[in-house]
């Protein structure tokens, strides 16, 4: 009998290198260079250190070729999506900014169907530091995996100020999706007329926020039909063209980190109904030393007020919990979500709110830096979090990356939720690991273990890559999520999912009381034994906002039913749903569940 061997994991190559390269130089010591990513480079000011070239261990730089038990097909190129997001590194400033990348958004602003895709564009450093914005790449999905660039006849060609998180909601109620735009610098928001041009109301909206702004998301926090928005701030820093970070004594330069900056603080804007906001963050009692760069919006703790989890970075996450007291009380340490097993706060990114393990609970997740595991935090029903990484086998599989983009989607339609991380440093030298590295796939075992499989999840997957926001959508209406990915100074890339269900259904929800965005809802299928719960979230992944369709799998055709349990708590059926199709849910109109 022949013994058959599995190759071994993006990761475990990472360390086989690293451990050779440990060995050679032992026996024939010398300099250790780490080259640079290639850019288009401009000289650094002469006065400053001259950067020392150091040699980089990562995964083979050609993709793998394809296979037929590939999760996901790299389609960009016949979709007509050329965008990519400019970090301005190319004149060799090492400006913190430049780090952390953009989002996408999955969202149909045409009402016609089907999902959108909307880039933000980051923007360009000049060498004395100037920092300006870039204009986002608004593609509209034409079908057939066809999409054409409308950027500009959507009246978004002009620059926004340097940009990363986007959020979609309708603010105004009018049944099309609006935009908002977190930036460094000044904040943008921008209003659908329904007719496919969106114009900037920022000023007339009193929403004028500067400062470092990075994700956001909308949430009817005080229960009255309007969606009101979350702004997470990262830090106060401003460009000095004096400041050195790196290694000084051998030379490297590198991009500073935010460990001794004061934070920005978060900022809460009441929806007053008539296309203005009101700032009410000192009110409902947010918090001011967080360095936010993750927030999901949900109704976490199933009391019927919407709640939000802050990921931060190298501070303590947040948990707010809403109320009808109209205040916004932070649990996270005493829930077990602010940080590690120990409670020590990480370098937390990307967030979902999933639930997991099949429970009816959501769950929260979020990504952390290098020598740092990714957090799993189990809802025990009871309001309380378990910290269940190592119990889920997540246990030491991602501390040699730096994780982003992430999210729980069932890619594989077996009704459990499967799980990826994009990952990629932040710093060009002084590092740990590579700066490219790999995007991890996880498929769940029933919802008791989540198995590493990115061996399978294509030739993209084989390949590092520096990687930040991304989000999932069903694109070509399927029944499968589909999955897009940004990269720092790459073109985004559109996987399409080769596992489309046999029988599905897919429910998008219209708030009349709730929010019009029905952001907080908890949807559940049930066919025999086996129940589906999925949430209606604000924000997640990382800067990106996820199609608003929640998909389902089916095992039969009769009777399909859901029921919808909005925020504030009351419950409806909506019956005889059609498999294979979008049904848009309107509160109010399906039959209410009394009694509990």
């Given at each position: ?11 475990q ?9 440990v060995?050679?130089?032992?026996c024939?010591?010398?300099p ?7 850019s288009?480079?401009a ?21 793998r ?8 097909e790299d389609?960009?190129p016949a979709t007509g999506?050329?965008f990519?997001?400019?970090t ?13 990348g953009?989002?996408?958004?999955l969202f ?9 895709l909307l ?15 870039r ?5 509209r999905?034409?079908?057939n995996?066809?999409f054409v ?6 009246g978004l060609?002009q620059a926004?100020?340097y940009?990363h998180?986007?959020t979609v909601?309708d603010f105004?109620?009018?049944?099309f999706?609006d ?10 928001l921008?209003?659908?007329d ?9 000023v ?13 998301t ?5 229960r009255?039909?309007w969606p ?5 701030g ?5 460009p000095?063209?004096?400041q050195?970070?790196?290694d ?5 330069r590198?991009v500073?980190?935010?460990?001794e900056?004061?934070?920005t603080?978060?900022r809460?804007f009441?929806?007053r109904?008539d ?15 967080g ?5 999901v919006a949900?109704d976490i703790?199933r ?6 989890y ?10 707010y919990?809403?109320?009808p007291?109209g205040?916004?009380?932070d649990v996270?340490a005493?829930r077990?979500?602010s ?8 370098g937390?990114?990307?967030?979902d709110?999933?639930?997991v ?15 740092e ?9 009871t309001?309380?979090?378990n910290h269940?990484?190592?119990?889920i086998?997540?246990?030491?599989s ?7 983009g992430t ?7 077996d009704g459990w ?6 990952n990629?440093?932040v ?5 740990t690991?590579a ?5 991890i796939l996880?498929r ?7 198995q ?9 997957f ?6 930040r ?7 070509d209406?399927?029944g499968?999520?589909?999955l ?12 399409r ?6 029988n ?7 708030g009349?009381?709730?929010d019009?965005?029905?952001i907080?809802?908890e949807?559940?299928?049930v ?7 999925r ?5 997640g992944?990382?800067?990106s906002?996820?199609d ?9 055709t009769d009777?399909v039913?859901?029921k919808?349990r ?15 199709a979008?049904h848009?849910?309107i ?10």
């Amino acid at each position: 009998m022949s013994r058959q061997f599995n190759s071994p994991t993006i990761w475990q190559r990472y360390f086989l290198g690293l451990v050779l390269a440990v060995s050679l130089a032992s026996c024939h010591p010398a300099p250790v260079v780490v080259e640079r990513p290639p850019s288009p480079t401009a000289p650094v000011q002469t006065a400053d250190p001259q950067p020392v070239r150091l040699r980089v261990i990562s995964a083979p730089a050609v993709p793998r070729l394809a296979r037929s038990d590939d999760w996901f097909e790299d389609v960009t190129p016949a979709t007509g999506v050329d965008f990519t997001y400019s970090t301005g590194r190319e004149t060799q400033t090492y400006s913190m900014v430049e780090s952390f990348g953009g989002g996408v958004a999955l969202f149909d602003f045409d009402n016609d169907g089907d999902a959108d895709l909307l880039f933000t564009g980051g923007g360009q450093i000049s060498a004395t530091l100037e920092i300006r914005g870039r204009a986002p790449g608004l593609f509209r999905n034409e079908g057939n995996w066809k999409f054409v660039d409308v950027t500009a006849a959507a009246g978004l060609s002009q620059a926004t100020d340097y940009s990363h998180g986007i959020t979609v909601g309708d603010f105004n109620g009018d049944g099309f999706s609006d935009l908002y735009f977190a930036c460094y610098g000044h904040s943008h928001l921008y209003q659908n007329d329904g007719a496919g041009w969106f114009r900037e109301i920022t000023v007339e909206a009193n929403l004028e926020l500067d400062g470092w702004r990075t994700a956001a998301t909308w949430a009817d926090v005080d229960r009255d039909g309007w969606p009101d928005l979350y702004v997470a701030g990262y830090v106060e820093w401003h460009p000095d063209p004096k400041q050195f970070c790196g290694d000084a004594q051998q030379h490297i330069r590198d991009v500073c980190m935010p460990r001794e900056l004061p934070a920005t603080a978060d900022r809460l804007f009441r929806n007053r109904g008539d296309g203005t906001f009101q700032d009410i963050s000192a009110q409902v009692g947010l918090r001011r030393d967080g360095k936010g760069l993750g927030i999901v919006a949900a109704d976490i703790d199933r009391n019927g007020w919407i709640d939000f989890y802050v990921a931060n970075d190298v501070e303590d996450n947040f948990l707010y919990l809403g109320g009808p007291e109209g205040k916004l009380e932070d649990v996270g340490a005493n829930r077990g979500v602010s940080g590690n097993e120990y409670g020590i706060p990480e370098g937390s990114m990307g967030v979902d709110f999933a639930d997991v393990n099949g429970d009816g609970f959501g769950d929260l997740f979020v990504t952390n830096y290098e020598q740092e595991d990714n957090s799993l935090y189990r809802n025990d029903g009871t309001g309380n979090f378990n910290h269940a990484t190592v119990a889920i086998g997540l246990g030491g599989s991602s501390r040699p990356w730096v994780g982003f983009g992430t999210g729980f989607v069932d890619f594989d339609s077996d009704g459990w939720l499967d799980l990826f991380v994009m990952n990629g440093h932040v710093t060009y030298h002084v590092r740990t690991s590579a700066f490219e590295q790999p995007a991890i796939l996880y498929r769940s075992m029933s919802g008791q273990r989540l198995q590493d499989i990115s061996d399978r999840g294509g030739p993209w997957f084989s390949v590092p890559h520096v990687a930040r926001g991304a989000a999932t959508g069903d694109l070509d209406n399927d029944g499968a999520p589909d999955l897009v990915v940004v990269q720092q100074d790459a073109p985004v890339t559109i996987l399409r999912n080769q596992n489309p269900a046999s029988n599905w259904i897919s429910v998008r929800l219209r708030g009349t009381k709730s929010d019009p965005d029905a952001i907080g809802a908890e949807v559940t299928l049930v066919e025999g034994e086996r129940k589906l719960v999925r949430f209606v979230r604000g924000g997640g992944s990382y800067l990106s906002s996820f199609d608003a369709r929640l998909l389902f799998p089916l095992t039969g055709t009769d009777n399909v039913q859901v029921k919808i349990r909005w925020l504030g708590g009351a419950e409806e059926v909506f019956a005889n749903l059609s498999p294979k199709a979008t049904h848009t849910l309107i509160e109010g109109r399906g039959i209410a569940v009394t009694g509990g």
